[in-house]
Nanobody, 124 residues
Framework: QVRLVASGGGSVQAGASLRLSCGVY????????AGWFRQAPGKEREFVAS????????IYADSVKGRFTISRDNAKSTVYLQLASLKPEDTAAFYC?????????????????WGQGTRVTVSS
């Protein structure tokens, strides 16, 4: 069984930065691609970023490109999402996920295991 534990959310002012972390327990993290998704109040869950098993390939949603950075540390079985230049429209619950494939994906149905959400609130 694979368990994901996300942390690092909080309430910040517009323009601030946060780093989200997601620890992955069980399974073989170093062989999984990982991703971050978010769900704003009253909206559907949307893709944010994905990273390949090695970290050598990353993809981002257009809305976060240039502001968010996904990374991973396979030795720590952890994936990170660095959020910068936060905007009020970034307010959402952020979810991490892994898929038992090495390559990135922006499709949530391609992910096999999910963590609980960590909430990010950005005020203007």
């Amino acid at each position: 069984q694979v368990r994901l534990v996300a942390s690092g959310g909080g309430s910040v002012q517009a323009g601030a930065s946060l780093r989200l972390s997601c620890g992955v327990y069980g399974g073989t993290f170093s062989t999984y691609a990982a991703g971050w998704f978010r769900q704003a109040p009253g909206k559907e869950r949307e893709f944010v970023a994905s990273i390949s098993w090695s970290g050598g390939s990353t993809i981002y949603a257009d809305s976060v490109k240039g502001r968010f950075t996904i990374s991973r540390d396979n030795a720590k079985s952890t994936v990170y999402l660095q959020l910068a230049s936060l905007k009020p429209e970034d307010t959402a619950a952020f979810y991490c996920a892994v898929r038992d494939r090495p390559t990135t994906s922006q499709d949530d149905y391609r992910y096999d295991f999910w963590g609980q959400g960590t909430r990010v609130t950005v005020s203007s």
